[in-house]
């Protein structure tokens, strides 16, 4: 009962927000972080001693946060410098418990490399050379990241508060009811007959669920509860099976309208509308499962793999039954934002209240009263979760983010990059590419695309490159960590739910995801394809000539060819895909 009733406070609150009008940012902000700490902290399992420490923790981080929104009138005429023991003290308690947040929810590196930053922004005037810093006030430094709007109570909070968790509790909405089942309906109606049908399947499925989840890893494990059992029942390699299930679940996050949380992130740093994001996403994102379609195809003809039988394929009936129950909250969210032309958030409010009345209705007709209040049930705790973990990795980045802001220490590191690649683009983009796959290892792909860009977006801007092309490339590069060894976790939970080894998983699925390597780097060469919204035959002139270099790249990694005829596909894939920028 306590869970449910916490989870109900924190949907509310974060519902709440966008229909009561403006709250103070100090106000919004700290009671986001009270709500989220129980989940992190107090729902968990672990040993008395584990537990314990998270009650302690939990205490503090919402006594100081609830301190911090009472008082946030008086502390916003400090401009953010701290005043007496008191509240020195809660600003270290804020800091310290954001640090442990993060490490509960999803492992050490990112407070670590949190800690860092704050060592740095504490001690680094006593850095030799360039990379020093003049040094901060105490008072000014602490109150700066905890009390004013330039830390954790920054941009990239506002953004978790009033967008990001909106649209989590939206897709919990939507998972708790049967929208999972008809997006499999429509994938095993649309693809299920082709050849290699239970793969292609369990990319159309992927895609869709995965725009709303925006979680390589929770893709996986849901659509793939239903695709890997499939694949395997009709004799597809595991190790096939899997990378499928990776590589697709993997796209969710690049595709449009949703785009996970990394879209909503997008807006608030580069001041681009959502729209207009979403329009240059888009043909990119096609791309991408073309590409993923493409290797399946190699695949089906080198095992001889047929589609899904007609008794396995659901009948017409139960497909518009159950897309009904995703397609209407999806249309009334689309017709808010483009029709009525709300903000994002309160289409997406209004998709909730939708998506929560059809929680009362089923597919096969039959009023079940537990049945309603499990899915209700459900959608509140599966929210109230997800809300939690991605509070606790934003507020966590954004301390790096203030540090390097308060610190100048951004700027010095865009200096390093435009310095170590001669002011050249192309070396840019492979040094921002791999601090992107080394920081995404083991940091979720919000969190390395916000730390990358906000180093590395600068020097590529320098270079020529748009605001909203740069902060694509990173955005793309910041998920190769999900299928790309040594840290692949969407390919780690489908080979172990698969039970296959996950390396063989990992090389398949390399293959098989090619685009999420060359298609950043096409967005630069080809700035074209993002022009959807502007220029929309010079796009569709781009998404021909990529697609085109993509196939061909593709059957020379997987088809059925002589060495030599696929070595000749090869180089013609990269001849067609950038021989104009090397002429040019």
Known sequence: MAMIASAVCLVVFHLGLIFWGLVPNL????????????????????????????????????????WVAWNHSELGDQYGFLEGDVQTGIAIVLLLVVLEAARRAISWP?????????????????????????????????????IAEGGIWGSL??????????????????????????????????????????????????????????SASANVASTGAITLPAMTRLGYPKRLAAAVE??????????????????????????????????????????????????????????????????????????????????????????????????????????????????????????????????MENAVITAARQVSMIAAIILCASIIIGVLSITGLGVKITSLILSASGGMLWPSLLLTALACLVLGMEVPTTAAYVICVSV??????????????????????????????PVCGAVFIAAGMIGENWLKVAVTAMSLGLGLYII????????????????????????????LGLALISYALIGVFTPLRRAALGLAGFAVLFGPVMLG
Request: proline share 6%.
């Open 27 to 66: 106000v919004s902000r700290p009671l986001h972080l009270a709500l989220a700490l129980p989940w992190i902290f107090l729902f968990v399992e672990g040993s008395r001693a584990y537990r314990a420490s998270g009650a302690a923790f939990c205490g503090l981080g919402m006594a100081a946060s609830l």
């Open 157 to 214: 909070a506002g953004v978790s508060v009033s967008v990001v968790a909106i649209f989590v509790i939206f897709g919990a909405v939507l998972n708790a009811g049967e929208a999972g089942q008809g997006f499999m309906n429509i994938a095993s109606a649309a693809a299920g007959r082709l050849k290699g049908g239970a793969a292609k399947v369990s990319v159309i499925s992927s895609a869709l669920f995965g725009s709303i989840s925006g």
């Open 520 to 547: 950043p780097l096409t967005m630069v060469a080809n700035p074209a394809i993002m022009g959807l919204a502007t220029e929309p035959l010079a796009a569709i002139l781009a998404l021909v000539q990529i697609g």
């Open 456 to 485: 590395a977006g600068p020097a590529l801007t320098k270079l020529g490159l748009e605001p909203l092309q740069a902060h694509l490339f990173v955005f793309w590069f910041a998920l190769l960590s999900t299928i790309t060894p």
């Open 110 to 146: 990112l407070p670590t490399v949190a800690l860092l930053a704050l060592i740095y922004g504490l001690f680094g005037q006593h850095i030799p050379g360039e990379f020093g810093h003049s040094g901060t006030p105490l008072a000014s430094f602490l109150g700066t990241l905890t």
């Open 246 to 375: 990776a590589v697709a679940s993997s796209g969710g996050q690049i595709m449009p309208p949703l785009m996970g949380a990394g879209a909503f992130v997008m807006v608030e740093l580069t001041g681009v509308p959502y729209t207009a994001i979403m329009a240059a996403a888009l043909l990119p994102a096609f791309l991408y499962f073309f590409a993923v379609w493409i290797g399946i195809n190699g695949y089906a003809s080198r095992y001889e793999l047929a589609g899904l039988a007609r008794e396995d394929r659901p009948d017409l009936r139960a497909v518009i039954i159950t897309s009904a129950f995703f397609a209407i909250p999806f249309a009334v969210l689309m017709w808010g934002m483009f029709a009525a032309r709300y903000t994002p958030q309160y289409a997406a409010c209004l998709a909730i209240l939708v998506g929560f009345a059809m929680l009362f209705f089923h597919a096969d007709g039959v009023l079940d009263i537990r049945r309603i209040l499990f899915r």
